[in-house]
């Protein structure tokens, strides 16, 4: 079965937009491991305006079930924050300065020896590596040049076509998930390992991940923390498994 990794830096934002430590980030780590979760997944930035690096160190004590941390290794203090934590997996994201989220993944081909460089450098210390790169045969098989272990499929564009007037339509999954598809397909035959992420939810979340050959992990993490609000934190956490069976 498909693993749920839950990003928390939405709840670090929460914290921080009024200082203090309310919610603990902390204990909703341990209870969202406790209500069923595979993992815990952060993507601390530079300006830290959701996860501290501190934080990464307070959780890496805590954690009992897989750490990723999400990041730019072209950030040296990230990378200096990999390796003194050792994590499950490091996902390399291509994020630029001040960048609001994610929106694009690597180009593995233009960047192929920089990423080979690097994930030597987290290998030596056994930590897992995947690469977010779009769904793009080109950037799956040049990913495969880098010797990473997995590609983390960046699914926004799947989530934003399957919409029509605000609701899900298995309609247009049909062919928003057609390039996933032949994406994982490669990815399988390469040997590469299958994460994905970015704006899954309970609405295109089963269809995916039914329909994606060999996906091991998903990250979700704004999604999940938005229906917590409504449903309660354990519910959606067990909702989303559900979506994975």
């Known amino acids: 079965m498909t693993k749920l990794s839950v990003n928390i830096n939405k709840i670090a934002t929460l914290r921080n937009s009024r200082g203090g430590n ?78 609001l989220t994610s929106d694009h993944g690597w ?37 495969k040049e880098t010797g990473t272990d997995r590609i983390e499929l960046y699914t926004e564009g799947y989530a934003s076509q399957s919409m029509v007037n605000g609701q899900w339509s298995i309609v247009k999954s049909k062919d928003a998930i057609e390039p996933y598809i032949t994406a994982a397909k490669k990815a399988n035959e390469l040997g ?4 994905a992420g970015h704006d899954l939810d309970l609405q295109n979340l089963k269809y995916f991940s039914h329909n994606i050959p060999g996906l091991l992990e998903v990250s979700i993490g704004h999604a999940l923390i938005c229906d917590a609000i409504y449903l309660g934190l354990e519910n959606a956490v067990q909702l989303y498994k559900r979506q994975l069976i």
């Not at 920089?114 to 590596?129: D, G, N, P, S």
């Open 192 to 195: 590469l390992g299958i994460n």
């Open 107 to 143: 180009d593995t081909v233009k960047h192929k020896d920089y990423l080979a460089e690097m994930i030597t450098i987290f290998h030596k210390e056994r930590i897992r590596v995947s690469l977010f790169v779009d769904p793009d045969i080109k950037m799956v098989k040049g990913a």
């Open 22 to 99: 309310n919610p603990d980030l902390i204990q909703t780590a341990k209870d969202i491991e406790r209500f069923g979760a595979d993992g815990i997944t952060v993507h601390p930035r530079p300006d830290e305006r959701h996860i501290r690096y501190d934080d990464v160190f307070e959780l890496k004590k805590i954690i009992t079930t897989e750490f990723n941390i999400e990041g730019n290794p072209k950030e040296q203090k990230f990378v200096d924050l990999v390796l003194e934590n050792k994590p499950t997996q490091v996902t390399l994201v291509p994020d630029v300065s001040g960048q």
